[in-house]
């Protein structure tokens, strides 16, 4: 995994979720010495959790052991979670302008499930519009501001669920589960999906646009500026949070 891209997810998602959040990472393999290094001032203030999984690849099931990944962190955290978000770190949750994660969940309080829609972004397409120099130096999520609007249907949701109403789980959401699941909230909640960024060492510009619409590869992109905008923030909540202690993270 890249060092660079954990440090940001982490760092956007303790912002956004707030301080009685808290984060379970399954290590699988990618959590090598420098990207635990990023986690570390997380770890140490309480705020993440790491559970060394390396060994499920000698007793591989479906799916790369998803399902038992899934479960285990549906039922270690049960009781002491009011809702659980099943996402991957390449993924941002997000909510519009003029809400808030706690003003979303209390609308959604009824639901003991409900899914989230994808927006699917480009992981190699970066914006240029602050000059190649600066642009090289900003946060992924930043200057990988394409966002693929390609008409065609994308199931690939993610989910949340209170999780004492649900038996078991799944990797895209919950069949098994007592009361109701809402799947039209997009209008409340979504996530930026930067597909494949996370394992790539390197800088992850391969190409610069300076337009709002392009085609890329026979496939239509638009300019969104959604969470480039929110960067400076995050930026700062990590420096007020933890120091800066994480400032020369390689990729």
Not at 193 to 219: A, K, M, W
């Amino acid at each position: 995994l890249s060092p660079q891209r954990v440090r940001e997810w982490i760092a956007y998602h303790a912002r956004f979720f707030g301080e009685k959040s808290h984060f379970v990472l399954h290590d699988a393999g990618g959590v090598q010495e420098e990207v635990f290094e990023v986690l570390r001032p997380w770890i140490e203030l309480g705020r993440v959790t790491v559970h060394d999984i390396r060994d499920q690849e000698r007793f591989d099931g479906y799916y790369h052991n998803q399902f038992m990944v899934v479960n285990d962190c549906l039922h270690r955290y049960r009781f002491e979670a009011k809702w659980i978000f099943f996402f991957d770190v390449d993924e941002f949750i997000y909510v519009p302008p003029k809400k808030t994660i706690s003003s979303v969940m209390e609308s959604l309080e009824e639901y003991s499930q409900f899914t989230i829609e994808q927006m699917p972004m480009s992981s190699q397409l970066c914006f240029s519009g602050d000059g190649p120099a600066r642009t090289y130096r900003k946060w992924g999520f930043e200057k990988l501001a394409y966002r693929d609007v390609k008409k065609v249907a994308r199931r690939d949701r993610k989910y949340a669920v209170q999780p004492r109403n649900v038996y078991a789980t799944g990797v895209h959401m919950s069949q098994n589960l007592q009361g109701k699941t809402y799947h039209k909230a997009e209008g409340k909640i979504r996530y930026f999906h930067y597909h494949g960024s996370i394992s790539q060492r390197r800088e992850p510009c391969r190409h610069l646009f300076n337009g709002t619409r392009i085609v890329f590869d026979n496939n239509p992109y638009i300019l969104d500026t959604t969470m480039r905008d929110i960067g400076l923030a995050v930026k700062t909540f990590e420096i007020r949070t933890i120091g800066d202690r994480l400032l020369r993270t390689r990729q």
